[in-house]
């Protein structure tokens, strides 16, 4: 529960009210649904859900009083918990003066009045508070369109209700409410925001294809960071780039794309680009809504998914950023998996670690390991791949020879006469400007 607040509701049966002075400072209630089967791991399960829902709490500013987790065979149609913990909480939302109710599940419309009508307190389900944090950090037109096209999708449904006013349709003369008038006018209302918000979306998709096309006609592939939301990505961002992203351990500090291009040990220049944080049960509606900003990551070349080396829960954040990522249709591009936050471990455990060209272990905050990962992504980057070539550059060609300095890979220099004799490891678009001074092969006469 939560003073502007939260409370947890979990759907198994072994409640009770939790603590909430060993939880942080905000509140709420948590249903989360679990079967019969396999109690350890449905121990484990729960308490990994209500911390990560406790951060995402605390991301929308809420005070956690109370908490209270419910397991039950299966959730009540109706009202998904069950009488009796509805009651209770109810009696706890009273006595704590607690003015909201989060639940970490999704609730249907009637699910959600029902909750209401029995708890007397405002509800919202994990959705609805995903959404607000999301509205409370975009910050680009862009994100703050794509956030309201999410959150009016997701109100359309759950307008019937809302308020003593709307009264529902009666069967005869003079039965029918001001408030379904009302009702529908806010439907149409609406309806009307969400096609103005669809085409302000495609323009602004329109101006980031033109911005696009303007970064292709210079080709340079895009590297996308991908992962689970507070893995560190737009700490490594900075690392890589010193942009200035602001990073932050709160949930979804990051919205708005952002692409700053870096420079290889090959020399070859690729785009980084940063994008949103993924969690497990990520909204369909934000995946929707988010598309235009993920379509940097539809177009990458090279994905680096981050992950949290020191989370108890890697293993499940990885299958959850690969579960988005197949629903983005790009779980084939290639990949390296960034261990990150390795400063956070062990010293002798940290020596162990071997990094290799499809895993890498880092601490961007300390910069440890980021170059053995700009290492990685030379080698595993295909486009514009590099080729080995022996040259002869006469020294009065110092246009293609600085081309040579600043983008190559240097192996061997030599000088004899008016020429420069050069050993270069060379990015395909530039190898086929310097095929005409590749020295030949002699052949040997027998």
Known sequence: MAREAARKGSVPDESGPIDPSKQSDRRKVVPQTAGPAGEGMLRTSVED?????????????????????????????????????????????????????????????????????????????????????????????????????????????????????????????????????????????????????????????????????????????????????????????????????????????????????????????????????????????????FRATLEEVQRAALLLHVGDVTSPVAQEQQQQVEKVLKDLEVQNTPQIRVMNKIDLMPEAQRRSLKSTASAVYISAARHLGLDDLLAAIDERMEIDALRPMKLRIPQSEGKLLAQIEARTHILKRAYRDDDVQLEVEAPESLARTLDAYVVKARTVRK
């Open 49 to 289: 859900s209500l911390d990560e829902f406790r951060e995402l709490a605390a991301s929308a500013g809420a005070e956690i009083v109370g908490e209270f987790i419910q397991r039950r065979d299966r959730p009540d149609p109706a009202t998904l918990l069950g009488i009796g913990k509805l009651q209770e909480i109810a009696g706890a939302v009273a006595s704590s003066e607690a003015d909201l109710v989060m639940i970490d599940h999704e609730l249907t419309p009637s699910q959600q009045r029902n909750i209401e009508n029995e708890v007397q307190a405002r509800v919202i389900d994990r959705t609805q508070l995903i959404l607000d944090i999301f509205a409370r950090h975009a910050r680009s037109r862009e994100g703050q369109l794509q956030v309201e096209l999410a959150q009016l999708e997701y109100m359309l449904p759950r307008l019937a209700g809302r308020g003593i006013e709307m009264s529902q349709l009666g069967g005869g003369i003079g039965t029918r409410g001001p408030g379904e008038t009302q009702l529908e006018t806010d439907r149409r209302k609406i309806h009307r925001r969400i096609r103005h918000i669809k085409l302000q979306v495609e323009e602004v998709r329109r101006v980031r294809a033109q911005q696009r096309q303007r970064r292709e006609a210079v080709p340079l592939p895009v590297v996308a960071l991908v992962g689970y939301t507070n893995a560190g990505k737009s700490t490594l961002f900075n690392a890589l780039t010193d942009a200035g992203v602001v990073a932050s351990s709160r949930m979804f500090a990051t919205l708005d794309p952002t692409i700053r291009g870096i420079t290889l040990p090959s020399k070859r220049k690729v785009l980084l680009s940063d994008t949103v944080g993924f969690i497990r049960s990520l909204p369909t509606t934000l995946v929707t809504a």
